[in-house]
Nanobody
Framework: QVQLLESGGGMGQFGGSLKLSCAAS????????MGWFRQVPGKDREFVED????????KYADYVKGRFTISRDKADNRLYLQMNSLTPEDTAAYYC?????????????????WGQGTQVTVST
């Protein structure tokens, strides 16, 4: 199985930017799909964006259109989320997820592998 480790979270300012990273290790992940989700306390985990690893097809949630961009580095087995134009509503724990099938999905139940999460807090 694949292990996932997020980094890059922290404090951001309204209108500012942050870049999250997710390192994949363990069983070779030469294909499949990876994604980002987020969650605030008391609410369900929410889809952000995902990407099919080998062809770079992506799907994103409407609320991140034009602001967040998912990308991947095949050589380093890393997934990224560039977050621009941050708002306080983007405050959440952000999770990296992976699966070995090539299928974009916005449902957390479609992903069997998860990182531990990284907190993003956006101040006004």
């Amino acid at each position: 199985q694949v292990q996932l480790l997020e980094s890059g979270g922290g404090m951001g300012q309204f209108g500012g930017s942050l870049k999250l990273s997710c390192a994949a290790s363990g069983r070779a992940f030469s294909g499949g799909t990876m994604g980002w989700f987020r969650q605030v306390p008391g609410k369900d985990r929410e889809f952000v964006e995902d990407i099919i690893w080998c062809v770079e097809n992506t799907k994103y949630a409407d609320y991140v259109k034009g602001r967040f961009t998912i990308s991947r580095d095949k050589a380093d087995n890393r997934l990224y989320l560039q977050m621009n134009s941050l708002t306080p509503e983007d405050t959440a724990a952000y999770y990296c997820a992976a699966k070995y099938s090539q299928l974009l999905t916005s449902s957390p139940s479609g992903y069997p592998y998860w990182g531990q999460g990284t907190q993003v807090t956006v101040s006004t």
